[in-house]
């Protein structure tokens, strides 16, 4: 049971947001959204951004530390396999953001060249934040971290689907292969906004 | 020309009378500022019941960086000043992702009145919400660690945790029902000048959600085992320290948006 899928009716309703052009975004996000969390983070580019500005198309979102030699390149490599696995316009819409949780170690630069080494393409976002920030994210995603005195990091290893209107719709800790049940949770969820 | 002056002496009535009360309430949240008293500790080598090396089962001791903790819990009469003054975390008002409605300030007459005797620590609040509390005071959360430092410490030893005596003071607490309502703050202080770390309430920490990890995310198996005791408690370097072991299990067991009717909050400061 890797798979978390939430109630039909919160899936149904957050797929009506994937339709939504961002112009035509409802003035008031539901009080279960993670966009309320105010959080600035800087992306692979060297951009500023709000967390909240991704609000209005789907997102899958995990935590990860570059220097990590095993879990996040598996992380990246199953959010690559489940884009794959989804029809084409349903993977083009999607978007992906990576928090890192080494701001330390994890420059702009380090994100870069791991966007580039990874094949993350423009729909990818690695983005690294402050401390505090970062651990804020982790609680709205429900990530646990803690970070060893060697520099590395313990984590625990999930992806969600968050969904336009910033509710977390499924979630999934299975790494290395495509999640089934998630994947079918991120095509309801286009269905409905079908 | 009576009846204005009247009503006059009236209204002037009323002006000073809401003047007089703004200034109460003004002093009042002055001499509450300004008598939130932090304590420096420093504790230097530290030896955690958590592992803090690579080796999940081996005892490493850290470096904890001095720091500032606040003296007391935060009070339900401070709390109820800091949500008239940041009224978006009333808990009418605020998001279900930052509290959940079932239990955030619940025990509350209403969203601005609070039930609970003043000095007693405030509790039914949420990780999010501590954090503002705490921003607002210019300080933060303190991490597990440095909660942990201090919380070593007994009335006159800076770490008394190998002393049976004192940990079988600190498990009492822990077989105590939790009396309502709660204790004002203001236990005997500690070696390091603290109050109440042990016996009255739970108390949030910034990296609650760090405490539970497997010493490798590839060995966790079945990912819902981070959410059962057990699956962390083999991680424990310092298995007798059972008190200690009960708070981790519990600030592990939780997710940011909860609260409970014994767990409250302190802040710290970086020096």
Known sequence: MNAITFDRRTLLLGGLAFAL?????AAALPGES???????????????????SRRGQPLLASMFYTSCQMVCPMIIETIHATLKALPRADAAAMRVLLVSFDPARDTVPVLAQTAAARGCDAR??????????ARAIAAVLGIQYRRLDS??????SVIELIDGEGR??????????????FLKAIRRAREAAA | MRRLHALGRATALAVALAAATMAATMAAATSASTAVAYRTVEVG???????????????????????????????????AAFVAAHPEWRRDRVPVVFAERRRYLSDWRAPLVPDAPPHSPVVNVSWYAARAYCASEGARLPTWLEWEAAAAADETRRDARADPAWRARILAWYERPTPDPLPDVGGAPNAWGVRDLHGLVWEWVDDFNALFIAG???????????????????NIVDRDSYAVLMRIALLSSLDAADGTPNLGFRCAKSL
């Open chain 1, 21 to 25: 052009a961002p112009g035509a975004r």
């Open chain 1, 34 to 52: 993670i966009y309320h969390l105010s959080a600035t983070l800087v992306d692979q580019n060297g951009q500023r951004f709000e967390l909240a």
């Open chain 2, 45 to 79: 080598r530290f030896e955690s019941v958590l592992p803090q090396g690579n080796v999940p089962t081996a005892s490493a001791p850290v470096d904890v960086a001095p720091f500032a903790l606040r003296e007391a819990p935060v009070t339900v009469a401070e709390f």
């Open chain 2, 216 to 234: 490798d995310s590839r060995t966790q198996g079945d990912p819902d085992l981070l959410r059962f005791c057990g699956a962390g408690a083999i």
């Open chain 1, 151 to 156: 520099g590395e990091f313990n984590h625990s």
């Open chain 1, 168 to 181: 977390i719709a499924a979630k999934t800790a299975k790494l290395g292969a495509v999640d089934a049940p």
């Open chain 1, 124 to 133: 990818w976002t690695l983005a690294r934040a402050d401390e505090p920030t």
